[in-house]
């Protein structure tokens, strides 16, 4: 590799592209904006009090045009003074109650924006929770949070500055051509006739608007996505100086979203002066066509008065709404991003699962196959049995498919193929939750939440008193390592365990297992982030962990599972080995070569 090479980014933006396009559909969804009213139904009273804001606020706006024409048609035509100045009153009292109406409206559609985007945030968490692994697997995470983020607030002010304000000029559209049929019906449908044509000239505008928003929200998500991804990653970056190379990428990212949204703003430069012109050309066809129709005595000088001023109410509002389009648009993209994620189906139970008292803990694999890619399965035809308070090794090299069995315990994926026993009940029939209660989980870098360390000790049994927490740290031996701690089991730990060490953040991990009173134990190279002098520790305190569990151990650290019951080799995600330790060793087999390298690497 040349230097310039290894300086150059990596061209991604194809891969990204491919990664995240999501399927077309048309550009506003008559099904989507029901779905808005929909989500309304708990703020009905607020909802139903805008409507009726919106209905007087699209009648106000002709009216006050029907007024204006009114003075100048009557009083100022006859030189009559005094209907001059009652005419005028009765405008700007008119104009007045317009502006109350407009300000509440505004008001309730802020309101009701807020409140919508606000329960649908909370709806997309609690589904978050529910998800199964593999949406997680499948979904980048920067992707995830552009939904509660830029795809919520397009939503928002699509509610707010869109929805509502479209229905007003909607309203004022149909109010004014109504009181325009009434002064000239035969001008009236002129303007209807020339009406497809503004929407011909629009309409191949508005079809590259809608691909440019697409396009303009999904490179967001890819700008956010990695910037959450390296974020997350920011030590490994510094660590082999990558931040040159990660900044390249961005940067190509951020030059691409620039491109997108010069090419939006572009079109939305030709657009808008587009429908503008359409307008003021329409008045003046209307004014020509109506003059002429004054001066063959088809028509009176009032009517064109009456035309000329409400073609501003008629015309106006339709420029309003090709303004408005973009946003639109963006709001469309925002709700088919949002109702995507509430419309994933989440982890749920067959019909009649059970609900078990409690679990004595057998576990058995009946020829099972698994694979996170269906094209590449991790596991193939394994089969074993584990009694009740059996401890079971897993042991084999990186990518044999020992974390993958421990997931599938878990019920965080669910077999492709075979069965999983837990007590003689096929995994699929026990309820989820149930089961995850009674099991305790401790992996190689274990995730702490914002809080205290009792809070995170309690995460698996949140009401547990303050002596329990104590007595389950005494027996993991790892008191005394806390209570050194600044504010002891007060101690406020950041974002993942920013605060403590990894051997620290291993040894809450442990006692939170041990508070949790499991009756299946899982720990996932468990001790590979803690030092031998804290190993030592916890390889006592396990003995306490294990005793009476059901237990699956993984580990590299072959010294970690002498004492297991049974050992269960893997390569190439199928079972080559079983037994314990000893027997393994005396059959010099695969486990008996594992072992023998993890020997020669200590002693060197």
Not at 22 to 33: H, N, V
Not at 123 to 139: C, D, G, I, K, V
Not at 166 to 184: E, F, K, P, T
Not at 378 to 392: A, C, I
Request: net charge positive; hydrophobic share 45%.
């Amino acid at each position: 590799m040349t230097a310039r090479e290894a300086s150059t980014p990596p061209r991604t933006l194809t891969a990204w592209r491919q990664d995240e396009r999501e399927t077309a559909s048309r550009p506003l969804s008559l099904a989507i904006i029901r779905r808005l009213f929909r989500c309304m139904r708990p703020h009905a009273r607020t909802r139903n009090q805008l409507l009726l804001l919106v209905l007087l606020r699209g009648a106000q706006l002709p009216l006050l045009g029907w007024a204006m024409a009114a003075i100048i048609a009557d009083p100022v035509t006859a030189l009559n003074t005094r209907g001059l100045l009652i005419g005028t009153l009765g405008y700007v009292l008119l104009s007045a109650f317009t502006a109350v109406v407009m300000r509440y409206r505004s008001e309730l559609g802020l309101r009701i924006g807020e409140a919508v985007v606000h329960d649908l945030r909370n709806s997309m968490f609690a589904r978050l929770q529910e998800m199964p692994m593999s949406y997680f697997t499948r979904n980048k995470v920067g992707r995830i949070i552009s939904r509660f983020t830029s795809d919520a607030e397009a939503m928002r002010v699509g509610i707010q500055e869109v929805l509502f304000v479209s229905m007003v000029n909607g309203l004022q559209v149909l109010i004014a051509a109504a009181i325009m049929a009434w002064r000239d019906w035969v001008l009236l449908l002129v303007v209807a006739f020339l009406a497809p044509v503004l929407w011909a000239m629009n309409r191949y505008f508005r079809t590259k608007l809608s691909v440019a928003f697409r396009a303009l929200q999904e490179s967001f998500s890819r700008v956010t996505a990695t910037l959450a991804e390296s974020v997350t990653g920011i030590r490994v970056t510094q660590g082999f100086s990558r931040q040159a190379y990660n900044a390249g990428l961005f940067h190509e990212l951020v030059a691409s979203h620039s491109i997108y949204n010069i090419n939006t703003a572009r079109s939305m430069g030709v657009f808008m002066p587009l429908m503008e012109f359409n307008s003021q050309l329409f008045i003046a066809l209307v004014m020509m066509i109506g003059g002429w129709r004054v001066l063959h005595g088809a028509a009176q000088v009032d009517d064109l008065y009456y035309f000329i001023l409400l073609s501003q109410q008629f015309f106006g509002p339709l420029q309003v709404l090709g303004s408005q389009y973009s946003q639109a648009l963006s709001a469309m993209a925002g709700a088919e991003r949002v109702f995507g994620l509430l419309d994933t189906p989440p982890e749920a139970d067959p019909p009649n699962v059970q609900v078990p008292d409690r679990i004595q803990g057998r576990v058995e694999f009946l020829n099972v196959s698994f694979g996170y890619d269906p094209a590449h399965p991790v596991l193939k035809d394994v089969s074993f049995r584990v009694e009740p308070g059996q401890t079971v090794a897993l042991v084999g090299h990186t990518g044999s498919g020992k974390t993958t069995i421990t997931n599938l315990i878990a019920k965080f994926y669910t077999p492709t193929k075979g069965s999983i026993l837990i007590d003689g009940v096929d995994i699929g029939q026990i309820q989820t939750q149930s089961l995850r209660r009674r099991l305790g989980i401790v992996q190689q870098q274990n995730f702490l939440f914002t809080g205290t360390l009792l809070d995170n000790m309690r995460f698996g049994k949140p009401d547990a008193l303050g002596l329990e927490v104590i007595q389950a740290a005494q027996q993991m031996d790892c008191l005394d390592i806390i209570t050194n701690l600044p504010n002891g089991i007060m101690t406020e730990v950041g974002e993942g365990g920013k605060g403590i060490s990894l051997g620290q953040r291993q040894l809450i991990c442990f006692t939170r297992a041990m508070l949790a009173d499991p009756r299946i134990l899982i720990l996932d190279e468990a001790t590979s982030a803690v030092d031998t002098v804290t190993e030592a520790r916890i390889q006592k305190a396990l003995a306490t962990l294990l005793k009476g569990r059901t237990s699956f151990v993984v580990a590299h650290r072959l010294s970690t599972v002498r004492h297991a019951d049974v050992v269960l080799v893997l390569e190439n995600g199928r079972i080559v080995e079983r037994g314990n330790h000893d027997s393994l060793i005396q059959l010099g087999g695969v486990y008996a070569g594992l072992y023998s390298q993890f020997v020669s690497a200590t002693e060197a």
